[in-house]
């Protein structure tokens, strides 16, 4: 069995295996970027995060603008519900980065390692 983490914080659900974002029982498209910058803010949560140190783990290798990274805050802001001043979820720590300061609930979702499917006189038996 491997075991996948799922993050819960108000009414939403990252599942970072699965790359999806959902609100309820629907799915929130995020472009790969920003939902980098989700789960990274997220598997933080409390603590800050300094820019530099964000945009070298969301952009690696590349080079990229600071707006880059306030441009998918923005984004995330806007999808989770929360205007520039509203610090529901994102806190924007003067001078450094940011910080998650949403709780977060870590649910370990089990899946099984494979999955067999096998037919049998027009029955299929999943194993």
Avoid: C
């Avoid at 783990?57 to 805050?73: G, H, M, P």
């Avoid at 923005?74 to 720590?93: P, Y």
């Amino acid at each position: 069995m491997q075991t996948n983490k799922i993050y819960e914080f108000g009414k939403f659900r990252l599942d970072p295996d699965e790359r999806l974002l959902f609100d309820g029982k629907n799915t929130i498209a995020l472009a790969p970027k920003v939902f980098d910058t989700l789960l990274l803010l997220v598997e933080n949560g409390g603590h800050a995060l300094g820019k530099e140190e964000m945009m070298e783990k969301i952009w690696a290798d590349l080079f990229v603008e600071e707006n880059n990274l306030a441009q998918n805050i923005s984004i995330l802001r806007k999808t989770l519900g929360a205007s520039a001043g509203d610090a529901k979820f994102i806190e924007t720590v003067s001078k450094r980065g940011y910080r998650f300061i949403a709780p977060v609930q870590v649910i370990e979702d089990r899946k099984p390692d494979s999955i067999t499917i096998e037919q049998t006189r027009g029955r299929f038996t999943i194993e």
